[in-house]
Nanobody
């Protein structure tokens, strides 16, 4: 049974930092690319960052480049999202996702990030 469990969200002031974690089980984590998405109220879910299976390559949405860092620890089956210089527009529910093959697609339950003074 595949499970993705996010944690680390919360309320932070503009300019602050948070680190999200997504602990995964039920599949061979070290062989799968992983992604973080977010969905703000009234907006569509958007891709934030991806990382390849060994962690050698990453990609970011333009809106978070230079501020967010995705990483992974394959020994712990965990993917992280370090978020620095947070802005109010980063407020959203953040989800991790894994997908492979045809129609194999799993999401975590999400963790709320609120950036507000």
């Amino acid at each position: 049974q595949v499970q993705l469990v996010e944690s680390g969200g919360g309320l932070v002031q503009p300019g602050g930092s948070l680190r999200l974690s997504c602990i995964d089980s039920g599949f061979t984590f070290s062989t799968k690319a992983m992604s973080w998405y977010r969905q703000a109220p009234g907006k569509e879910r958007e891709l934030v960052a991806t990382i390849t299976s060994a962690g050698g390559s990453t990609n970011y949405a333009d809106s978070v480049k230079g501020r967010f860092t995705i990483s992974r620890d394959n020994a712990k089956n965990t993917v992280y999202l370090q978020m620095n210089s947070l802005k109010p527009e980063d407020t959203a529910v953040y989800y991790c996702r894994v997908h492979w093959g045809l129609g194999v697609d799993y999401w975590g339950q999400g963790t709320q990030v609120t950036v507000s003074s």
